[in-house]
């Protein structure tokens, strides 16, 4: 059996989520959080221009990786490599790029993921995708990667990626079952994944019991929860419908009233989703990955909320010793 991880399901055992939910978010500031940003490839010179502003915003916070969106077809897919090359060429980030089995050869596929590992990308984020017709339905194109598992079994004949694969605590909107997702979820990570990605939720009970269900399951990887910063209640919950996330009642009504109010509706969001990633820090999950749809501000204040900071400067440092003398000087007298 793999080495499991101390994780939530662990930290349930021991304690008792009742005791642990009754102290998560009056518990110290965390200092062993991890995050991870996702980005959306621009399709408008002013749509980059917030992009790489959002970047630039959320980079002092040290983001384990961030992860660039792929879209079927030629131009979507030529804006992410683009984005990824920019960030590698830029930036000090570690990308992810995502790679989808959708409308391509698997000849094609492997080309694109060969330039990633040529480029530096080691970091591959491994999904099926969406249908890409009116019908909605998925097709394997014929000459592709049917699913994930597949995409992830090619991959790893490629190059030694660390790959993610898609997760989802309320099950996939198109699996026959629960149990059926969950032994998809089995093949992906038995095909040579490294870690699954959780769609966002905002009910965190089922979260929590999704990673029961999962360890009970045999899959051991580390399972990362997808985080949603609320920048707009009603498209999110437009959004939602079609995705599978539900949308609490309490939800609803913590947000009702809002939609003129832009600065309160932004200090709700921004309080909600710390308390959430603190109450899941609280069960022993330490690494979020936030969907940060290209802006920086929710997500920057969730992050000062959770710990995460920009590392002080050297004189940032200088500055602060003649205070930290004083100090030992007035404990010394």
Not at 101 to 126: L, N, P, S
Not at 165 to 186: F, I, Q, T
Not at 203 to 221: C, K, S
Request: charged content about 25%.
């Amino acid at each position: 059996m793999p080495n499991v991880p101390t994780d939530n399901l662990h930290q349930v055992a021991a304690f008792g989520r009742a005791a642990i939910s009754g102290t998560s978010v009056a518990a110290p500031l965390p200092d062993d959080v991890e995050v991870s940003f996702e980005f959306f490839p621009p399709a408008t010179d002013g749509a980059e221009d917030r992009l790489w502003n959002s970047i630039q915003r959320l980079a002092p916070l040290n983001p384990k990786y961030v992860s660039v969106t792929y879209g079927a077809g030629g131009s979507t897919r030529e804006r992410t490599h683009s984005t990824v090359k920019r960030l590698l060429d830029e930036t000090d980030l570690l990308p992810a790029a995502h790679l989808t089995c959708v409308d391509a050869t698997t000849g094609e596929i492997d080309k694109v993921a060969q330039d990633y590992w040529d480029m530096g990308v080691r970091h591959i984020v491994a999904l099926r995708g969406d249908p890409q017709d009116t019908s909605g339905v998925y097709k394997p194109h014929p000459g592709g990667y049917a699913f994930a598992c597949d995409l992830v079994s090619g991959l790893r004949q490629i190059g030694d990626f660390n790959i993610s694969v898609g997760a989802y605590p309320e099950v996939h909107p198109e699996a026959r079952s629960a149990k059926a997702d969950m032994d998809n979820l089995k093949r992906k990570i038995d095909a040579g994944a490294d870690q699954a990605i959780t769609q966002y939720f905002f009910d965190t009970d089922v979260y929590l019991r999704f990673v029961d269900q999962a360890r009970a399951a045999g899959i051991w990887v580390p399972i990362i929860p997808g985080i949603m910063p609320i920048h707009n209640f009603k498209k999110v919950a437009n959004f939602s419908k079609r995705c599978g996330a539900t949308i609490p009642r309490w939800l609803i009504d913590l947000f009702d009233g809002l939609e003129d109010d832009p600065e309160t509706h932004k200090l709700v969001a921004a309080s909600l989703v710390a308390e959430q990633c603190r109450t899941l820090h609280a069960f022993g999950d330490k690494q979020f990955h936030f969907y940060t749809l290209n802006q920086a501000d929710l997500t920057y204040a969730i992050c000062h909320m959770l710990g995460v900071r920009p590392k002080p400067t050297a004189g940032d440092d200088d500055r602060a010793e003649p205070d930290n003398q004083q100090s030992k000087k007035q404990k010394a007298i």
